[in-house]
């Protein structure tokens, strides 16, 4: 089953607006990630927020972690064209001996130039 | 560059052969990941290696094995294949076994199965 969920499932803005997506999970966690994924490729690391972190920024993403509501909020300003992707929240969940990241079913982003 | 490495890009076989993907993880890392990607099922662990020693399963048929060698490198085996296995797989690498960083991930392998 699906730790996180990502809100909306497809999103469609022009160039310049901002774009924001939230994604919501289950279990307690240690930290959450956000990945992109350009179509058929691999995914790629965004951003990484601790448990004990609020807000984190970088370039022009923001990521903010309410864990008590257990959600975060990705925020991508000034959108491009190029970011034009999936976008995937991942919590470590674990299992066995170790921690694996499980993904919610991701966002469509479709920047209009 | 994620520096993980994943053969063969693509693949084409018929229902009932068996299939072996490779992965060569990013420098320096001890975990591997496979993840299956469908479109009906999204984003699915499979297995977690640490080090050559199998950590954890997740959503893996028994048709499906793997291991991790000495020099970290990793194979997934699939065999009497299925259409239904027609998917990407992906392979990911992170430093420990506890996701307490970052995974980097291949561009994966896209099989077909026919």
């Known amino acids: 089953s699906q730790q996180g969920e990502e809100d909306p499932q497809a999103l469609s803005i022009q160039e310049g607006e901002n774009a924001t997506m939230n994604c919501s999970y289950k279990?307690?966690?240690?930290?959450l990630q956000w990945y992109r994924q350009n179509s058929g490729r691999g995914l790629v690391h965004l951003i990484l927020?601790?448990?004990?972190?609020r807000e984190k920024h970088s370039g022009r993403l923001r990521v903010t972690l309410d864990t008590s509501k257990k959600s975060s909020s990705l925020l991508i300003t000034a959108s491009r064209a190029a970011d034009t992707a999936s976008y995937f929240c991942?919590?470590?969940?674990?299992?066995?001996?170790?921690?694996?990241?499980?993904f919610g079913s991701g966002t469509q982003l479709t920047v209009l130039p | 560059d994620s520096g993980v490495t994943q053969t063969p890009k693509h693949l084409i076989t018929a229902t009932g052969q068996r299939v072996t993907l490779r992965c060569s993880p990013r420098?320096?890392?001890?975990?591997v990941y496979w993840y299956q990607q469908s479109l009906d099922q999204g984003l699915q662990f499979l297995i977690q290696?640490?080090?050559?020693?199998?950590?954890a399963k997740g959503n893996i048929l028994e048709r499906f094995s793997a291991q991790q060698f000495p020099d970290l490198h990793s194979e997934l085996n699939l065999s009497s294949l299925e259409l239904g296995d027609s998917a990407l797989y992906f392979c990911?690498?992170?430093?420990?076994?506890?996701?307490?960083?970052?995974?980097?991930f291949g561009q994966g392998t896209r099989l077909t199965v026919v």
């Open positions: 279990t307690s966690i240690n930290n």
């Open positions: 290696y640490y080090n050559g020693e199998e950590r």
């Open positions: 927020i601790r448990s004990n972190e």
């Open positions: 991942a919590t470590p969940i674990s299992s066995g001996s170790a921690r694996q990241l499980t």
């Open positions: 990911a690498s992170s430093v420990d076994s506890f996701m307490n960083t970052e995974a980097f």
């Open positions: 420098s320096g890392d001890l975990s």
